[in-house]
């Protein structure tokens, strides 16, 4: 497994530096799709390296694939965490101190709600026709796992 | 050795995917920490079996501590990354509980507009407004900031994780949505 490992950061450090890269040039739009695209590219590097190596090693193909989408959750975390833009409200104010009423001001119904609504456009799950907002396939597609899972693992919204 | 690392930590997953399953723990609002804590105490006996397991072999002195980390990685990030996250987009993810409610509001015969939808939610457990309560609270429990007197006030730890949220993000060229 040494080996295994070893292969995985060979592909990973590039790839992170080739994403580095990525965002400078065309920043956050599309973040998520950049860097699926990016972590599927450095795997099959990776595959066609082992299959002339006529070595198929699994471990170290899930080191990188996994070590990928950790990577890439941080980030989501980091871009979309209500939480942290919380956190960074408080962190701007030069006291260090906001009273409750002040995140009403940053996450209220209407603009948390409208933010949250032109991602979801921008990715492709919803439609906006002038007022008028339509689930689009891919949205149905992602709703209908969710809904096995919530099944599967007996939970609620 | 190497065995007991790399299948250990797959059985003993597949071992922790069941009793999530059968006693329901990805159910109820507290479902992170009942999930986490039974994940932290099999990953326990994971490292107590590895070691019992070299012990038994004769193997200490020449423990193989990269395929231990390997093996452990694998461990965390079959719950992490995978598991952890699915529960997590099912459960409490906004933008999902966004596209559900389009899709309850589309299903009763409702054009879904901002305004309706927004009253919507708003009308139900998981509107916006819950979610800004429930982050604050967040805030409070991570101890990045501590309430006196209804005010919010950063602390050591949360101008920290503040810092270096936005160093990374500066470094990468990325703005927050």
């Known amino acids: ?51 002339t190596q006529t070595n198929f090693d699994i471990v170290a193909i899930y080191l990188l694939g996994t070590g990928w989408l ?30 409750k009423e002040a995140f009403n001001k940053f996450f209220n119904e209407e603009d948390g709600l409208n933010t949250r609504l032109d991602s979801l456009s921008l990715n492709e799950f919803i439609i906006k026709k002038e007022d008028i907002i339509e689930l689009t396939s891919k949205a149905q597609f992602m709703l209908g796992i969710i809904s096995v899972l919530r099944k599967l693992f007996n939970m609620k919204s | 050795m190497e065995n007991y690392l790399l299948f250990g930590a797959i059985g003993l997953f597949i071992i922790f995917v069941l009793l999530v399953l059968i006693f329901k723990l990805a159910a109820g609002e507290d479902c992170y920490s009942k999930m986490n804590n039974l994940h932290k105490k099999i990953f326990l006996i994971y490292i107590l079996g590895a070691f019992g397991y070299a012990f038994y072999l004769g193997e200490l002195n020449q423990f193989p501590i990269i395929s231990f980390v390997v093996g ?42 901002v305004k309706k939808l927004s009253e919507f939610m708003s009308s ?10 429930n982050r604050l609270k967040q ?17 050591p730890k949360g101008r920290l994780f503040n810092r270096m949220g936005n160093t990374v993000l500066k470094i990468w060229n990325l703005k927050r949505l």
């Open chain 1, 1 to 51: 497994m040494d080996q295994s490992l070893l292969l995985s950061i060979q592909f990973f450090i590039p790839a992170v530096l080739v994403h580095i890269l990525l965002c400078h040039l065309t920043g956050t739009e599309k973040f998520m799709l950049k860097g699926l695209l990016l972590g599927i590219a450095a795997n099959l590097g990776l595959l066609i390296f082992l299959v």
């Open chain 1, 70 to 99: 950790a990577y890439l959750m941080l980030f989501i975390n980091l871009l979309n965490s209500v939480t942290l833009k919380m956190l960074e409200a408080l962190g701007n104010e030069v006291s260090g101190v906001l009273p």
């Open chain 2, 72 to 113: 452990s990685f694998i461990f965390l990030s079959l719950h992490y990354v995978y598991l952890f996250s699915l529960v997590g987009i099912s459960k409490k993810s906004i933008s999902i509980n966004i596209l559900v409610n389009i899709k309850e509001l589309s299903t009763d015969g409702v054009n879904t507009s």
């Open chain 2, 124 to 133: 139900k457990e998981n509107g916006l407004d819950y979610i800004r309560e």
């Open chain 2, 139 to 155: 805030m409070e429990l991570l101890n990045w900031a501590e309430v006196k007197e209804s005010q919010y006030h950063l602390t």
